[in-house]
């Protein structure tokens, strides 16, 4: 009874999700799909035990270190405009990767139905600099199937985190099924 109880709470939780919890969850996914997005190198989120921002990679050197004699890979992020941050990879706290963009979400996209005869992504251009994107579900029985779930990708803006909320809904929507 307590489990069932729990459950149906985290279901209530889901559907009252904010935007920014749903682009967490689909994001994380999207890691979770595509490990090169979590390799250390340029463009990888980051969190040191030297500073609790999240600070992103934007140079990665393999550097001599003349007290242990010994060469370490250090991270370079910028604390501000005018200080960068030189990070040793034993110092790294949490690696949280990278952002996702247009081609990462294509492929998870890809991935996800890989093995699903029924389902099929489909595209369509917008003369508005959108790109549409939809989830067509047939049956062997038919052609042509309908979109259940459709999109327009913004292509002025090549990450996930800047698309709007009827992206990351569409996204959320499709991994929760």
Known sequence: MFFQIVKVILNIKKKNMTREEKLQAVTA?????????????????I???????????????????????????????????????????????????????????LEWLIKKIINDSNTAIVFDKNINGYLGIGIRKTSPAMYRGFCTNWANWDLSKSLLKDQSEDVIEFLFNYIRN
């Open 29 to 45: 996914d999207i890691r979770k799909k595509l490990p090169r997005l979590m390799k250390l190198e340029k463009g990888c989120l």
């Open 47 to 105: 969190q040191s035990h030297h500073f609790k921002d999240v600070r992103e990679i934007f140079k990665v050197k393999e550097l001599y270190l003349k007290e242990s004699d010994t060469y370490e890979t250090a991270y370079f992020s910028n604390c501000d405009q005018f200080t960068i941050e030189v990070t040793f990879e034993r110092d790294i706290q949490k690696n949280i990767g990278k952002e996702p963009l247009l081609n990462d979400v």
